[in-house]
Structure formats: structure tokens, C-alpha cells
């Protein structure tokens, strides 16, 4: 799997986010370079897990419609004799 690129805003709104989690729940201020090393940590050790069960949660939903999508064909399906 190649790595997944976000845009300079994308990753400093998740910066801020990680920032804002260490100050409100651990009562711990996270520096700017810390958050950017925590937010690589994150995306390089588990991100792939998060990026594989939105994997399947898409398949799931693109087999529900198939499924869907197949029903409907054969409902129109013509009677032969």
C-alpha cells in the first residue's frame, strides 16, 4: 500500500486535533512538533487497520447494492414459455 498524502490543512487540523486531545482529557500540553511525530507514529503503526476497515465497510455496502441491483433484474425478468 502506498502512503497516503493529506494536504497541509488536513494534517494541521488533525495536528490541532491531537493538541486539543492532550490538553482537554490529559491535561498535558502537546507541542507542535510532538503532535506532527504522534500524528506519523499513528498513520505508519495503525492506519493502515482504520484504512482496511473502510475497505470493507465499502465492499459491504457496494455488495449490498449489487445485491439490490441483481433483485431488481430479475424481477423484471420476462416469463418463456
Do not use: C, P, W
Amino acid at each position: 500500500m502506498s502512503r497516503i498524502e493529506f494536504s497541509s490543512e488536513q494534517r494541521a487540523a488533525m495536528v490541532e486535533k491531537l493538541q486539543d486531545y492532550f490538553d482537554s482529557e490529559l491535561d498535558q500540553e502537546l507541542e507542535q512538533f510532538d503532535a506532527e511525530f504522534l500524528l506519523d507514529f499513528f498513520s505508519k503503526e495503525i492506519g493502515a487497520h482504520f484504512y482496511n476497515q473502510g475497505l470493507h465497510d465499502a465492499r459491504a455496502v457496494f455488495e449490498s447494492r449489487i445485491e439490490a441491483i441483481d433483485d431488481e433484474i430479475y424481477a423484471i425478468e420476462k416469463e418463456t414459455n
